[in-house]
């Protein structure tokens, strides 16, 4: 397959792993994981999972992957897919529809493309760097308001029962949002707030509790969209040594570029 053909294999493999997810919606009950009590897994994690892993090392097998269950395949590549199986287990464990897949792609330490599916609601995002960002095949680009306070933003945050004062200081940080902006929403999942930021609903999105496959497909498509993805603080995200990086904490802040500098106005005073 053309290396230059990311965006047609991205969409291709998540329709069909959106079937595979599809089968088990409804009918699975999610464990919680034993090394984080925020996280859940199910049965279709492991099967859309699997599947994605063997269509990836069936096109590109000189590629390096990432996969939140399956973990890491070395294959000291310079590209290494990120795999997100299902983004929003606890929803999707649930019953409720914010949930889906992502799959995103770094060459270089650099998200160069990426594609989210949200099966519930038939929604398909795709970009590559230098293109476009589409949804379901139509160009989409983040909002083109300019006032903070005219838009509904939305935050994520888990809770730090090790540590409950960091959980306190993100929600100081939230609260500085809150009166900042319209209002706030959550979906709990990074295959549906972040596109709403890409195709404009979403003012912004900050997230404080994220792993490597959070970001990576969302970062390719925001960019491309006309967004800025940072970190938290408004640094550029540092994805060095991506593979040995699976247990890190990755925060994130996104916004079209007017909206992001406010949005980090707002964070730094907590």
């Not at 940080?173 to 549906?192: C, P, Q, W």
Request: overall charge negative; charged content about 20%.
């Amino acid at each position: 397959m053309s290396e230059q053909n990311y965006t047609e294999f991205l969409g291709d493999t998540l329709n069909e792993a959106a079937k595979i997810a599809l089968s088990y919606f409804g009918n699975v009950t999610g464990n919680t994981k034993a090394e984080d009590s925020n996280q859940v897994l199910t049965d279709a994690d492991v099967a859309v999972g699997e599947y994605i892993v063997e269509r990836v090392q069936a096109a590109y097998p000189a590629y390096n992957v990432i996969d939140e269950e399956a973990g890491v395949i070395d294959k000291k590549s310079s590209l290494t897919w990120v795999i997100d199986p299902i983004d929003g287990t606890s929803n999707f464990a649930a019953g409720t529809p914010d949930w889906g897949i992502m799959i995103g792609l770094l060459e270089d330490n650099q998200p160069i493309a990426g594609g989210i599916i949200a099966p519930v609601y038939n929604h398909l995002y795709l970009a590559e760097k230098g293109g476009p960002a589409t949804r379901n095949g139509q160009p989409i680009r983040v909002t083109q308001e300019t006032d903070l306070l005219k838009t509904l933003v939305s935050f994520g945050i888990d809770s730090h029962r090790e540590d409950p004062a960091i959980t306190a200081k993100e929600c100081a940080i939230m609260s500085n949002v809150i009166l900042a902006v319209r209002n706030i929403r959550a979906s709990g999942s990074e295959a549906i707030d972040p596109m709403y930021v890409a195709d404009g609903r979403y003012g912004g999105r900050v997230n404080y509790s994220g792993k490597i496959w959070d970001v990576v497909a969302p970062q390719a498509i925001i960019e491309a969209a006309g967004g800025v993805f940072t970190d938290a603080t408004g640094q550029p995200i540092d994805y060095s040594n991506a593979l040995e990086r699976t247990s890190q904490n990755f925060t994130s802040c996104m916004a079209s570029p007017q909206l992001h500098a406010q949005l980090l106005q707002e964070i730094h005073r907590a």
